[in-house]
């Protein structure tokens, strides 16, 4: 893990009188797996889109994969990937048409992916399910093919917005093995999570309350500093804080 891929420097959004994150400062490197953690109404999801390209900050920089992130959200947009807890999958497309449609707004090229597809589907042992309807597979599969196509075009950064919401234990380990397998290859994850176990296997966690990084460390170095023998504890220290709880 080497540069920063992103970085901001008192990243502000408000809404009328509302400032819904506040002055955030924070970098995040290559490579790194980066747990963006609060409770609701923290202003996780308000950052999360700034980031992202998505809303205009009010004030402060924000660079994401060495692009500007108020002058330039289209180049941002092209060098992340994203998913949700819905899975940003289409129900109603085949697997082998959800991957085209997503590479596609991705910018990449047609012979690269059906290339890449044919790569994939083998590689996640989907060959059968190429023209399965999503509708029909599988939560965990599901899962597996959301996060696959967001990583697809190999970007720079993956943004993982509470994507193990809903699924069993199991599921979730596996997918955390994806994680990893891509933050093996300099793929940078920011990800948030409602499981602190989760926080667990981050390489450092940030935790933000009404709008601000109140926390960011190492799992190891919080759990000391708060005197908690779990990540949940820190959690819950910080999150009595909260003077509100819309986000």
């Not at 108020?70 to 940003?88: C, D, L, N």
């Not at 890449?116 to 589907?121: A, C, G, P, Q, Y």
């Not at 193990?164 to 599921?171: F, K, L, Q, S």
């Not at 109140?214 to 023998?229: I, R, V, W, Y």
Request: glycine share 8%; charged share 30%; net charge neutral.
């Amino acid at each position: 893990m080497n540069d920063a891929v992103i970085r901001t420097d008192r990243l502000t959004k408000t809404f009328g009188d509302f400032t819904a994150v506040d002055h955030l400062s924070f970098e995040v490197k290559q490579g790194e797996i980066f747990g963006f953690l609060g409770a609701n109404g923290a202003g996780k999801t308000t950052a999360m889109r700034m980031l992202c390209g998505l809303s205009r900050p009010t004030s402060g920089k924000g660079m994401v994969a060495g692009y500007d992130i108020s002058g330039q959200p289209e180049k941002v947009k092209r060098h992340i990937g994203y998913m949700s807890q819905k899975f940003s999958l289409y129900d109603d497309l085949k697997v082998w048409e959800n991957i085209r449609l997503f590479a596609g707004i991705y910018g990449m090229k047609e012979r690269e992916i059906a290339v890449k597809t044919d790569e994939l589907l083998r590689r996640l042992g989907f060959g059968s399910e190429r023209e399965t309807l999503v509708s029909r597979l599988p939560l965990g599969w599901k899962q597996k093919l959301a996060f696959s196509v967001a990583i697809f075009h190999e970007p720079d950064i993956v943004f993982l917005d509470e994507p193990t919401g809903g699924v069993d234990p199991a599921v979730r380990r596996r997918f955390w093995e994806m994680i990893y397998q891509a933050a093996d290859r300099e793929i940078t994850v920011f990800v948030t999570t409602h499981y602190m176990d989760e926080a667990e296997y981050c390489n450092r966690v940030s935790i933000m309350v009404d709008g601000r990084i109140e926390a960011l460390d190492t799992p190891h170095n919080l759990k000391e500093t708060f005197h908690s023998p779990t990540m949940d504890g820190v959690f819950r220290q910080l999150a009595r804080k909260a003077t509100r709880n819309a986000d």
